[in-house]
C-alpha cells in the first residue's frame, strides 16, 4: 500500500514539474520570439503577398527579401527629395526595379557618318572633242567606220574633195613661182609682196589642216591634190558619228564625238535632306555591280551650285581615273560618301526623351534621385546619338526606364505638358503654384495593380 502510494506521489510531482516548465515556455519563451519575429518579418518589394520570418528569396521574381519596416520607410521617404533640385524625383528601389530603370556613365565617342546614294558615270566634259571639217567639201572616204572604235592622235580619219582647197593649192604654187622669179631682181618692194603672197597662201592651207608634211610634198611635187586626208588630232573614243561617206559637209560641221575614257566623272545625287552634310574634298567610295569586289576610290572635286527640280537632287562630281577602261559612260553606281568625322559624348538613343521642341535625359544626382537635363543631339551612329550640350563625360545617365521616370516626375510636379519646369526655376511667375499630389504615384499604382491582379490568379 505504502508502495503505491509513493509511485502516486512521484507520478503527481513530475507531471507539475512538466506542467511548469511549459507554462514557463508559454509565458517567456515564446512570447519572446513572437515578438522578435514580428519585428523581423521579410517581404518582397515586387511582391509584398510573399512574407516570412526570415531572409531570403521570393519564389517568383527572385528578388532578396528585405525587411518589411524598411519598406515601408521607402514608401513613406519617397518623395522627400531633401535638398534636390524641385525637378528631381525620387525612387525607392523597389519603384526602381518595377520601372527597370537601369544607369550607365556616359563618355566620349568617335562618330563618323556615312551617306550612301545613287550614282552614274559620265564622260569628263574637259576630255571631250570634235573632229569636224574645216574647209567645205564632198567626203570621199572614211577611215574610222563605227562609233566606239578608238582614235588615236595623228590617225587618219577621212577624205575630203573640197574646191576652195584645190584653188588655195594652185594659188601657193603661183605665188611660190612669182617669188623665186622676183627675188633675183633686187627690187626689195616686189620681194616683200612676193613672199607676202607666199605667206598668205600658205597659212590658209595650215588653216584648212593641211600638214606641213602635206604641204612640203606640195611643193616637191608640183602637182595639186583633188582630194586631202583629214588626220585626227585627239586621242579617244569615238562616241558619235554624224555622217557617211558621200555626205557633202559644211565648213566646221562635225564628222565625229571623241571621248578620252582614261578619266571620266562619277556623278552622285544627293537629297536635298542631305545636303548639309556634303563638302568638297570629302573621300567617296564607289561600287558597281558589274565589279562587285572591287571599291574605287576618289575625292568630291565639284558641287553643282544648281540645284535639279525635277530629281529633287543636287549634282555632285567626283573625277575618277579610269585607265583599265572599266567605267562606261551612263553606268550606273552607288557612292558613298564619308560625310565627317567628329569626337563627342554618345548616350544610347533609348535614353533620350524627345518632345518635338526639346530633349531631355534623366541623369542620377545620388542613390535613386534623378534629375532631367535638356541636351542637344548632334549626329547619330550605331544607336548612339553625339550630344553638343547638355552633359559631361562621366554623367550618370538613364538608359532604360527614362519615360516612367518621367511620367512619375509629372504626377509628383503636377506638370500639364512634362517639361515646363526643366528651364529656370527664378522665372517663373510668383503666383504660380506647383499641384503637387503627394498621394499619386504612378509606380505604386502599377505595383499595386500587378499584386490585385496575382491575388487574382
Known amino acids: 500500500m505504502n508502495k503505491t502510494i509513493k509511485i502516486l506521489i512521484g507520478v503527481l510531482a513530475a507531471v507539475l514539474i512538466v506542467a511548469g516548465g ?16 514580428a519585428n523581423e518579418i521579410y517581404t518582397c518589394p515586387m511582391h509584398p503577398q510573399i512574407i516570412q520570418d526570415r531572409p531570403g528569396q521570393c519564389p517568383i521574381c527572385g528578388m532578396d527579401l528585405v525587411k518589411k519596416n524598411e519598406v515601408d520607410a521607402e514608401e513613406q521617404s519617397d518623395h522627400d527629395l531633401g535638398g534636390a533640385n524641385i525637378n528631381s524625383v525620387k525612387l525607392s528601389p523597389s519603384q526602381q526595379v518595377l520601372a527597370n530603370v537601369q544607369t550607365e556613365r556616359v563618355k566620349t565617342m568617335q562618330f563618323q557618318g556615312e551617306k550612301t546614294f545613287n550614282g552614274y558615270v559620265k564622260i569628263n566634259e574637259s576630255k571631250f572633242a570634235h573632229i569636224s571639217t574645216a574647209v567645205s567639201g564632198k567626203i570621199v572616204n572614211m577611215f574610222v567606220s563605227f562609233e566606239g572604235e578608238m582614235v588615236r592622235k595623228g590617225q587618219k580619219v577621212l577624205e575630203i574633195y573640197s574646191p576652195e582647197l584645190v584653188s588655195t593649192q594652185k594659188e601657193y604654187l603661183l605665188a611660190l613661182d612669182n617669188f ?171 535614353a533620350v526623351i524627345r518632345t518635338g521642341e526639346h530633349n531631355y535625359v534623366y541623369i542620377e544626382k545620388e542613390k535613386g534621385v534623378y534629375e532631367p537635363k535638356e541636351v542637344q543631339i548632334g549626329y547619330e551612329q550605331d544607336g548612339f546619338y553625339a550630344i553638343t550640350s547638355g552633359l559631361t563625360e562621366g554623367d550618370l545617365v538613364v538608359t532604360s526606364g527614362g519615360f516612367l521616370i518621367d511620367s512619375e516626375t509629372q504626377i509628383q510636379k503636377g506638370f500639364t505638358s512634362g517639361h515646363e519646369n526643366h528651364g529656370d526655376n527664378t522665372k517663373k511667375n510668383d503666383n504660380e503654384e506647383l499641384k503637387i499630389n503627394p498621394d499619386q504615384d504612378i509606380l505604386k499604382d502599377m505595383k499595386d495593380k500587378k499584386t490585385e491582379t496575382e491575388h487574382k490568379h
Open 22 to 37: 511549459y507554462w514557463g515556455y508559454i509565458t517567456f519563451i515564446q512570447k519572446n520570439n513572437t515578438e522578435s519575429s
Open 180 to 350: 623665186n622669179q622676183v627675188k633675183t631682181s633686187g627690187n626689195r618692194l616686189a620681194i616683200d609682196q612676193a613672199q607676202s603672197l607666199v605667206n598668205s597662201s600658205r597659212e590658209r592651207l595650215v588653216l584648212w589642216e593641211m600638214t606641213r608634211g602635206q604641204i612640203e610634198e606640195l611643193e616637191r611635187s608640183r602637182n595639186v591634190k583633188t582630194t586631202t586626208i583629214q588626220y585626227s588630232k585627239y586621242s579617244g573614243i569615238v562616241t558619235k558619228k554624224y555622217v557617211h561617206v558621200g555626205h557633202w559637209a559644211m565648213a566646221g560641221e562635225d564628222i565625229y564625238d571623241v571621248a578620252d575614257l582614261s578619266s571620266v566623272w562619277v556623278i552622285a545625287n544627293v537629297y536635298e535632306s542631305d545636303m548639309q552634310y556634303i563638302k568638297s574634298g570629302q573621300t567617296a567610295e564607289i561600287y558597281s555591280t558589274a565589279y562587285p569586289d572591287e571599291v574605287m576610290r576618289a575625292k568630291i572635286n565639284f558641287i553643282n551650285p544648281v540645284f535639279n527640280s525635277e530629281s529633287r537632287t543636287l549634282e555632285v562630281r567626283i573625277d575618277v581615273s579610269n585607265k583599265d577602261m572599266k567605267l562606261k559612260p551612263d553606268m550606273y553606281l552607288k557612292v558613298k560618301i564619308n560625310t565627317y568625322v567628329t569626337q563627342s559624348i554618345g548616350v544610347l538613343k533609348n
